[in-house]
């Protein structure tokens, strides 16, 4: 293995109704007025916001709310939980719901210590050094956000889908996962959640040039469990020793455990497919399938053996070609898209793609690795 450094600030509580004692690890922490960021209603349908209420009051802590983070979520979100945030005072942020929620709260607990805009953040005008206190209750397992830094957000008048510039303090001091709370994911959901695991598992199997044989199995391991999980899930969701793996490789897959050792990977996938749900407000996963099994007929030639690799050890199948077609076959088996017409996205839209995504690659700074020629191939391999 490579010389490597590996930290990881998030405190971890997992297990059935770990979510009651949110109140307890907060005030833990000396923090005494939280906002609560949150999507839609079903959290308030459910009890699991009355549960929260509760378990913070029994701990003398102030909660402000905000509602309504959607899907990929906005930009101008965050400028309201930013302006909420300042004007009530509060200490910290608590998301309660998936990954769009503790992306928009990562982002407001930056911005609002933050003396400009928090778009700079996102731009590369400034790296976030500074933040409130982040904690979350996970109801969907699938970004892994609960246990890293990164937070994705879009910007509503240019839709541009931009990653969020930090250091460790848009770690979440605390996360809550209670698997038995993600029982409720639709199928749908559930197919694009094991599809955006498979994409940073991948991202980094498939294009590290040094990858340690322990590193590669530990990766082999998560997808393997993803699958079994997914495939048990799609005919009982009430199964929790499935969902419980399936949260836990979720978290797995994106904590930085998967790159300690590694060297010189990428993160081509989400490079490409952060622009199609953005401009057509499709489900990140369901971007992800559609992007994964056309990037991968590129990226086949550049470590082949790596191809072979997977093809034998996930699918039992022989040859780079086989091991992507059998990728492409389980993605359709679970209900996720695999094509640009699957997606809604139209073929001709090809070329105005390939120009954002030019543009993307100018502001990462790697322009000439993600030209227009290579992601033209990409984006047509999807077809």
């Not at 405190?11 to 949110?22: A, D, S």
């Not at 996102?122 to 500074?130: E, I, R, S």
Request: glycine residues 6%; proline residues 3%.
């Amino acid at each position: 293995m490579k010389a490597f450094t590996y930290y990881n600030p998030t405190r971890i509580e997992f297990g059935v109704g770990k979510e009651k004692n949110i109140g307890k690890y907060i005030s833990e922490y000396g923090v005494s007025k939280v906002l609560v960021v949150y999507g839609s209603d079903r959290v308030k349908k459910s009890g699991l916001f009355d549960n929260v209420a509760k378990s913070l009051t029994e701990k003398g802590i102030n909660y402000v709310e905000l509602g309504g983070v959607q899907s990929n979520p906005l930009l101008s979100k965050v400028y309201e939980g930013i302006e909420l945030a300042k004007a009530k005072g509060v200490e910290a942020v608590l998301a309660v719901g998936g990954g769009s929620v503790l992306d928009s709260s990562k982002s407001i607990a930056t911005g609002a210590v933050y003396d400009g805009d928090v778009w700079d953040f996102f731009t590369n005008k400034a790296v976030a050094n500074k933040a409130l206190k982040i904690f979350d209750i996970i109801t969907l397992a699938a970004t892994g956000s609960e246990m890293n830094n990164f937070a994705v957000v879009t910007k509503d008048e240019t839709k541009e889908k931009f990653s969020l510039t930090a250091t460790s303090v848009a770690f979440p001091t605390v996360s809550v996962i209670n698997p038995e709370l993600q029982s409720t994911v639709t199928k749908e959901y559930l197919a694009y959640s094991a599809s955006d695991i498979f994409a940073h598992s991948l991202d980094m199997y498939l294009t590290a040039t040094y990858l340690p044989e322990y590193m590669a199995g530990y990766v082999e391991n998560i997808l393997k469990t993803v699958m079994r999980a997914t495939e048990i899930l799609l005919k009982d969701a009430s199964n929790y020793e499935a969902r419980a793996e399936f949260a836990w490789a979720a978290t797995q897959a994106l904590n930085f455990t998967t790159f300690c050792g590694v060297e010189n990977n990428r993160y081509d996938t989400h490079f490409l497919e952060h622009t199609l749900s953005a401009e057509y407000n499709i489900a990140h996963g369901a971007g992800l399938s559609i992007i994964m099994p056309a990037w991968m007929k590129w990226q086949k030639n550049l470590l082949p053996e790596r191809f072979e690799r997977f093809a034998t050890k996930m699918f039992d199948a022989k040859g780079a070609d086989a091991g992507i077609e059998a990728l492409k076959q389980w993605y359709s088996k679970i209900g996720a898209p695999v094509t640009l017409s699957e997606g809604n996205i139209p073929e001709k839209d090809i070329p105005m793609l390939v120009e954002k995504l030019l543009v993307v690659a100018k502001l990462w700074g790697a322009e000439t690795f993600y030209t227009q020629k290579m992601i033209t191939n990409v984006l047509e391999n999807a077809r």
